[in-house]
């Protein structure tokens, strides 16, 4: 995604509104999604004084006004000082309601949660997904010779050959970020405190998210993803195998790392690759559009 | 970087909520310093949820911290006293409890 560089753009309408924040949030999760599966961030943020989590928030707005300057999560903005600071604020807004989303999901934030221990979480993972939003427009950037280069072979990736180079890329995205998580105490931890309806939620939220960033939030030459017609290459049906994909490895890393092992009951099985599941499809889906 | 026109009604909308996100956010941090803060108490007390199973014997208890600091490596200590002789014992650490944060831990023995 590359931000207009020349003629004065018009004021945004709605669907290019929800566009770029879909594509701040989606910036976010790329960035935040490995620091939100880390138990220490969440004591860090719950032991935080309020004096801590302020200066937390003015430094998160500093640093994405910093960002947004040269990034951002806007396909047009302002040159203004007062235009980069309402970016800033809205990425920083992006990251709140991200991180908030995630935590309520993984059930870190409950009704019974106190205050404190919400609010320092919240803005303790807040930070990485503002930093996320503020570059968005930065994540997977295309150059001219590599767009033409993708042009020329798309009829290569419309085959089955490109549906094998779909999710071959999903399996090292799955990989690449959530290997890191794998073997680590906080799947465990919300794999045990995971209803059937947490889970459920989840695998929705991971469709959704991975969707997103593959069809969505105009990272990478997504017009040309979109026009692909190789076996198992509409959006629908490719988000879905490739979420079957990111779950199946998501399962091997249990295995390889002893977190499970053969025999164990089904359903911790379940909680474990749902829960792993998560990152495992967002890293498939920046796989799908980095490699 | 371009040249932007005045601001559309989505752009005055998504700018507004932003704002309204970081006022309620930094409302809640304000008012949490303004509150007077107690340390951490921690307390322990049998959740009644004991029960016996084959040879093993389940016991859990709730954990909870009615202080406002968070409360950090808090280790609980389980005993299994039969005819006033310790046969079993186990012990848990919880790495955080949060003032007002209740936890509840387990321990099994044989």
Redesign the interface.
């Known amino acids: 995604m590359q931000?207009?560089?020349?003629?004065?753009?018009?004021?945004?309408?709605?669907s290019?509104?929800i566009r770029d924040?879909v594509r701040g949030a989606m910036g976010g999760m790329l960035f935040g999604i490995p620091l939100l599966f880390t138990?220490e961030v969440?004591?860090i943020g719950?032991?935080a004084t309020?004096?801590a989590?302020?200066c937390v928030?003015v430094a998160m707005l500093v640093l994405a006004a910093l960002l947004v300057h040269t990034g951002g999560f806007r396909a047009?903005?302002?040159?203004t000082l007062l235009?980069v600071l309402?970016e800033a604020?809205?990425a920083?807004?992006?990251g709140?309601?991200a991180a908030v989303g995630v935590l309520v999901l993984l059930r870190e934030i409950t009704l019974a949660?106190?205050?404190?221990?919400a609010?320092?979480k919240?803005?303790y993972e807040a930070a990485p997904f503002a930093i996320g939003a503020a570059v968005a427009c930065h994540l997977f950037v295309r150059s001219r010779d590599e767009v033409d280069g993708e042009m020329a072979a798309s009829d290569d990736r419309g085959s089955a050959g490109g549906t094998v180079a779909d999710m071959g890329s999903t399996l090292v995205g799955a990989l690449f970020v959530a290997f890191n998580i794998a073997p680590t105490e906080e799947v465990p931890r919300l794999a045990s405190s995971s209803s059937p309806p947490v889970l459920l939620a989840i695998a929705a939220a991971s469709l959704l998210v991975s969707y997103a960033i593959v069809f969505e939030a105009g990272f990478g030459d997504q017009a040309s993803r979109r026009e692909q017609r190789g076996f198992l290459q509409h959006p629908i049906t490719e988000t879905a195998v490739a979420y079957l994909v990111a779950v199946l490895a998501a399962a091997g890393m249990l295995f390889f790392f002893g977190v499970l092992h053969a025999g164990d009951p089904w359903p911790l099985v379940l909680n474990h690759v749902v829960v792993l599941g998560l990152p495992a499809a967002v890293g498939g889906a920046a796989g799908r559009l980095a490699i | 970087m371009s040249e932007r026109q005045s601001m559309s009604t989505a752009e005055r909308v998504t700018f507004t909520a932003a704002v309204g996100i970081l006022v309620i956010l930094a409302g809640s941090i304000f008012w949490l310093w303004a509150q007077p803060r107690e340390p951490a108490i921690v307390t322990v007390a049998p959740s009644g949820d004991r029960r016996v199973t084959d040879s093993q014997t389940y016991v859990t208890a709730r954990v909870r911290n009615s202080g406002d600091d968070t409360a950090r490596a808090v280790p609980v200590r389980a005993e299994l006293t039969v005819d006033g002789e310790v046969v079993a014992e186990g012990e848990q650490t919880i790495d955080f409890l949060s003032g007002g944060e209740s936890e509840r831990v387990g321990s099994s023995s044989t």
């Open positions: 931000r207009s560089q020349s003629l004065p753009s018009p004021p945004a309408g709605w290019t509104e924040h138990l969440w004591g719950a032991a309020p004096l989590m302020f928030v047009s903005i302002e040159r235009g309402r604020i809205e920083v807004a992006v709140v309601v949660s106190p205050l404190a221990d609010l320092g919240v803005v």
